[in-house]
């Protein structure tokens, strides 16, 4: 409710931004020219506003200037609204919101709040405030939520006295400027912003912060409510300058209609046209801004230009936008909710009108008639306009002074008289169709919400079709290179099937031969056992060979290991390079001949180990005389030392004597000075009392005082003497302090290198019994290595006689086998056929033996394939393994840390909110005079919270640390009910 509406226009200040380094490495022309306070000039022609800006303003100095006294409207019941308009890359968020956190470089968002929290706190203590803020952008013309994303195309309705306002948007309460921060931080993080040509972070939205403010008066219970509106609207943009494209292109299309439906609105406001003809619906950001524009509300509006003359016509567009917006009026009133006693007070009065004016009625249709039926009516008796509307003038000052509410809009209406009971019945119609309205709306909302899930299903079912289709047309390539395989498969297997016939009718014609050939067959297979038996014990007889033969080298080969072994450490311990063991070839003399290389090099190696230990030995001899040279140098230094310290100590105490009879003689010389001085004065003025003589005596007494200054000087030139023999005495016994310590640190360091050289002796004599065993060492593996020279030598003969007594038997053996064979030959045809048919048949069994070999080396070549695969297989099950493992872990501990969260959350709920389930949000307030961090004095209204279904306050001090929301209570300042 509001007192009379005041009519004001909307304040528009202009502010230029500096050249950016874009516009100066291109050398841009700056533009404006600056005529007062309240005008600039862009090519001659002036631009008047409120007030104008030039580059060098400073953030403190703008916002003081333009934002200031807003704080003071808000909290006095006054709805405000600053929002920034220009072109792409002005300046338009750095004025709105600046950097957040920075003293000097924040915009007007972080220091309006900064100030209306002073403002809370300097105002009267008998105030409570609840705050709450609301974060949305207008985001190609849909709005969002900033505070909570998940809410989307919200819907702007309207109130019973046709407020609009954004149904659905999170609206959360506050207690301290740092809540507030918060917020803003939380819905910038989730604001739209892209790269362009013009600008690195350009908004692609239009943002609106909305602080609601509502206060209470404890004592006159008078409650005001005031909206302020911060907004930031994108930018107008030209594509040829942005170089927008794809979703940025979109995006700079929506925000240009929109800057364009608002330039009609304010174009319309601007020459007082109707309101249909105005506000257009389909434009989500027109219809909120509504009541900033020719409504209820206080409005500043910042035109943010750009120097640059490459955007001159871009600046010359926003400065005309600018001045047309100058001229709308806005009709604004105090937000004020009466009271009970105020309305019926004013219902008394209004009351009292209507009599007054039923009186005036009356008596005007009495004179009426009175005239009507030709009687003359006196002039005292007739109706005193003047009086009767002093009357009704006195009445509705009274009204307008008590700050009545407006009508409702029924009562408003010109010639329409409604009952009681119609009255009611239409408001219960009203309140249905609003009803049914916000049903239809969140229906909308909803169907939209599901219009998008269902947009996002369609987008993934589309790339899972075309996934589909990729298998699909991989799967078709893949049966077609199979059915191709089968129809070649086909063919081979006609071939073989034809083969077989083949075959079949060889074997038919074979098999009789064979029924023939059997029992030749029979007879040769009795003969082959028999040579095969002979070949068998020869094969045993061979076979038995080759194993001592590899017995043999298998002895050898450890031998020569072992060998190798002991060679390696040898020459580990011999030399500073190791001897590497190579592996075993299965060539004796390949394995001798590495073996004479390791035995030279082990030679090598000990002729210069033993050179080295004679060099060391003599090293020993040359160092132990150093030493002994040394330790006799130490005992003659030690001696003097010794001898200096007793001069030094005889000195000390003869200069110690002497110290003490000087002390002595000079005490005497004094006291008999004196005693001389004073005996000859005495004389000296005794002689003169008896001669009367003053001036004498005067003449003696300076006598006296010279004589006595001349033994005071020479008194002091002996002293002067004395002193300077002491300093001598004290300079000879510094400089043999000096000789003392230097001989001591000489000392120190012969010590020392006695010891390094003891140190340096002992490590060579360790140093040369290791010398000593490794040529021990060394020489036994000599005498080793030449016994097993020697019995590898006569195992190799072995060998030899062996292999060459093998070779002659098995070619005596092979001679007589075929000198046989041939004989046979000779001796029988029949023979001849009996050896063709076994080889046929051998021929067959071997071409049946390279069939299985080729089959098994197929299978074989399958095999490391089938491994890899398994492999892979076992690997991704092991990281699949692993993955639901550690997600398990996971998603246990989140799980763990998640219930002692709650758990902690409802111990420290449980003893502040025993009472508080199914009861209202309860919203701290702020009170003036109190600071943040104010101790809380809880007191409320039992019935007021049980009634009220809205945020209620609680007496105590206000700016609390603590943040409530809408939805969620707040447990700081929860009471049991």
């Known amino acids: 409710m509001g007192d009379a509406a005041a009519e004001c226009t909307i304040k528009v200040v202009c502010r230029f931004r500096p050249l950016n380094s874009a516009e100066v490495a291109r050398g841009d022309q700056y533009i404006p020219k600056f005529k007062g306070d309240d005008c600039v000039l862009i090519g001659g022609k002036p631009y008047y506003f409120d007030r104008v800006f030039q580059s060098k303003t400073t953030q403190e100095e703008f916002y003081n200037a333009v934002a200031q006294k807003i704080v003071k409207d808000v909290l006095e019941g006054y709805n405000g609204t600053i929002f920034a308009y220009g072109q792409t890359s002005s300046g338009k968020t750095h004025t709105m919101e600046g950097k957040l956190h920075d003293p000097e470089m924040m915009g007007i968002i972080p220091r309006i709040?900064?100030?209306?929290?002073?403002?809370?706190?300097?105002?009267?203590?008998?105030?409570?405030?609840?705050?709450?803020?609301?974060?949305?952008?207008?985001?190609?013309d849909k709005i969002r939520d900033l505070l909570d994303v998940s809410k989307t195309n919200l819907p702007v309705h309207e109130d019973k006295n046709r407020v609009p306002y954004v149904k659905g948007c999170t609206e959360r309460f506050v207690c301290t400027?740092?809540?507030?921060?918060?917020?803003?931080?939380?819905?910038?993080?989730?604001?739209?912003?892209?790269?362009?040509?013009?600008?690195?972070?350009?908004?692609?939205?239009?943002?609106?912060?909305?602080?609601?403010?509502?206060?209470?008066?404890?004592?006159?219970?008078?409650?005001?409510?005031?909206?302020?509106?911060?907004?930031?609207?994108?930018?107008?943009?030209?594509?040829?300058?942005?170089?927008?494209?794809?979703?940025?292109?979109?995006?700079?299309?929506?925000?240009?209609?929109?800057?364009?439906?608002?330039?009609?609105?304010?174009?319309?406001?601007?020459?007082?046209?109707?309101?249909?003809?105005?506000?257009?619906?389909?434009?989500?950001?027109?219809?909120?801004?509504?009541?900033?524009l020719g409504g209820n509300c206080r409005t500043t509006m910042v035109i943010c230009c750009s120097p640059s003359a490459y955007n001159d016509a871009e600046t010359r567009s926003t400065l005309l936008f600018g001045q047309r917006a100058k001229t709308i009026k806005n009709q604004v009133s105090m937000n004020v909710e009466l009271t009970a006693e105020q309305w019926k007070s004013k219902w008394e009065k209004e009351k009292e009108k209507n009599k007054t004016l039923r009186n005036t009625v009356n008596w005007l249709e009495n004179e009426l008639n009175r005239w009507r039926s030709g009687e003359s009516v006196p002039v005292d008796e007739q109706f005193d306009k003047e009086k009767a509307k002093e009357e009704v003038q006195a009445l509705e000052s009274t009204h307008h002074n008590d700050k009545t509410p407006p009508k409702p809009a029924l009562n408003s209406l010109p010639g329409v008289k409604l009952t009681d009971a119609e009255k009611e019945k239409y408001e219960a119609e009203m309140a249905k169709l609003y009803k049914e309205l916000d049903d239809k709306d969140d229906e909308i909302n909803q169907q939209s919400q599901l219009v998008e899930t269902l947009k996002q299903q369609m987008l993934d079912q589309e790339e899972l079709l075309a996934s589909s289709r990729r298998d699909h047309d991989t799967l078709q390539t893949e049966?077609?290179?199979?059915?191709?395989?089968?129809?070649?498969?086909?063919?081979?297997?006609?071939?073989?099937?034809?083969?077989?016939?083949?075959?079949a009718v060889n074997y038919d014609q074979k098999s009789q031969e064979v029924e023939n050939k059997t029992k030749e067959?029979?007879?040769?297979?009795?003969?082959?056992?028999?040579?095969?038996?002979?070949?068998?014990?020869?094969?045993?007889?061979?076979?038995?060979?080759?194993?001592?033969?590899?017995?043999?080298?298998?002895?050898?080969?450890?031998?020569?290991?072992?060998?190798?072994?002991?060679?390696?450490?040898?020459?580990?311990?011999?030399?500073?390079?190791?001897?590497?063991?190579?592996?075993?070839?299965?060539?004796?003399?390949?394995?001798?001949?590495?073996?004479?290389?390791?035995?030279?090099?082990?030679?090598?190696?000990?002729?210069?180990?033993?050179?080295?230990?004679?060099?060391l030995e003599s090293t020993q001899t040359e160092t132990t005389q150093k030493l002994d040279q040394t330790e006799s140098e130490l005992t003659a230094c030690q001696l003097r030392i010794s001898q200096q310290e007793a001069k030094i100590k005889?000195?000390?105490?003869?200069?110690?004597?002497?110290?003490?009879?000087?002390?002595?003689?000079?005490?005497?010389?004094?006291?008999?000075?004196?005693?001389?001085?004073?005996?000859?004065?005495?004389e000296k003025v005794n002689a003169m009392e008896k001669e009367n003589e003053i001036q004498s005596a005067n003449e003696v007494k300076e006598a006296v005082e010279k004589q006595i200054q001349t033994h005071r000087e020479a008194h002091q030139k002996q002293i002067s003497n004395l002193r300077d023999e002491l300093d001598a005495k004290e300079k000879l016994i510094t400089e043999l302090q000096d000789l003392n310590q230097q001989i001591m640190l000489e000392q120190e360091r012969l010590r020392v290198e006695h010891e390094k050289l003891k140190a340096a002796d002992q490590e060579k004599s360790r140093q040369l019994e290791e010398l000593t065993v490794q040529q021990d060492r060394r020489e036994q593996a000599r005498q080793d290595l030449k016994g097993l020279e020697e019995t590898v030598a006569r195992e190799l003969q072995t060998l030899h006689n062996l292999r060459r007594l093998f070779v002659q038997d098995l070619s005596t053996r092979l001679k007589k086998n075929a000198q046989m064979n041939s004989e046979d030959t000779e001796s029988s045809a029949a023979q001849k056929q009996k050896i063709s048919f076994l080889e046929n048949n051998l021929e067959q069994l071997t071409r049946v033996h390279k069939q299985l070999v080729r089959d098994n080396n197929d299978l074989r070549s399958e095999i490391p394939k089938m491994e890899k695969r398994l492999r892979a297989t076992a690997e991704r099950v092991k990281a699949l393994e692993t993955a639901l493992k550690e997600a398990k872990e996971n998603a246990a501990r989140d799980r763990k840390r998640y219930q002692q969260e709650v758990e902690r959350i409802k111990d420290a709920v449980k003893p502040k909110n025993m009472g508080r389930r199914g009861s209202a949000q309860i919203a701290k307030p702020i009170r003036p005079g109190q600071l943040p961090g104010a101790p809380i004095n809880f007191s409320v209204n039992r019935s007021n919270l049980i009634q009220n279904n809205h945020p209620t306050g609680i007496k105590g001090g206000g700016g609390g640390n603590n943040r409530q929301e809408k939805h969620a209570p707040c447990f700081p300042a929860v009471i049991g009910l």
Request: hydrophobic share 35%; glycine share 4%; proline share 1%.
């Open 113 to 140: 709040v900064q100030d209306i929290f002073n403002y809370i706190y300097s105002m009267d203590e008998n105030l409570e405030f609840h705050i709450k803020v609301s974060y949305f952008e207008i985001y190609l």
């Open 650 to 682: 005889s000195l000390t105490e003869s200069l110690q004597n002497v110290e003490q009879k000087k002390r002595q003689l000079e005490e005497n010389v004094d006291s008999l000075s004196e005693e001389i001085v004073r005996i000859r004065a005495q």
């Open 521 to 615: 067959f029979e007879a040769l297979s009795e003969e082959l056992n028999e040579k095969s038996s002979s070949l068998a014990s020869i094969d045993s007889e061979l076979q038995k060979l080759k194993e001592m033969t590899n017995h043999q080298k298998k002895r050898v080969t450890e031998m020569m290991s072992s060998l190798l072994k002991d060679l390696a450490e040898i020459g580990i311990a011999v030399g500073s390079n190791d001897i590497k063991q190579q592996e075993s070839s299965g060539l004796i003399d390949e394995e001798f001949t590495v073996a004479r290389l390791y035995i030279s090099k082990m030679k090598s190696e000990v002729k210069t180990m033993v050179k080295r230990s004679k060099l």
């Open 177 to 292: 400027p740092e809540e507030v921060m918060e917020a803003i931080d939380e819905g910038k993080n989730n604001r739209s912003v892209a790269v362009t040509n013009m600008n690195e972070h350009s908004s692609r939205s239009h943002s609106i912060f909305l602080i609601n403010i509502k206060q209470e008066n404890s004592k006159t219970e008078q409650k005001l409510t005031g909206k302020l509106y911060l907004v930031d609207l994108a930018g107008s943009e030209k594509v040829g300058k942005t170089g927008a494209e794809g979703t940025v292109l979109d995006e700079a299309k929506m925000i240009n209609k929109s800057l364009s439906a608002l330039g009609i609105v304010i174009s319309a406001l601007a020459e007082e046209l109707s309101y249909n003809a105005t506000y257009g619906p389909s434009q989500s950001m027109t219809r909120i801004l509504q009541d900033s």
């Open 479 to 503: 049966l077609n290179r199979l059915l191709a395989e089968n129809e070649a498969s086909k063919e081979e297997v006609k071939e073989v099937l034809q083969a077989l016939e083949e075959l």
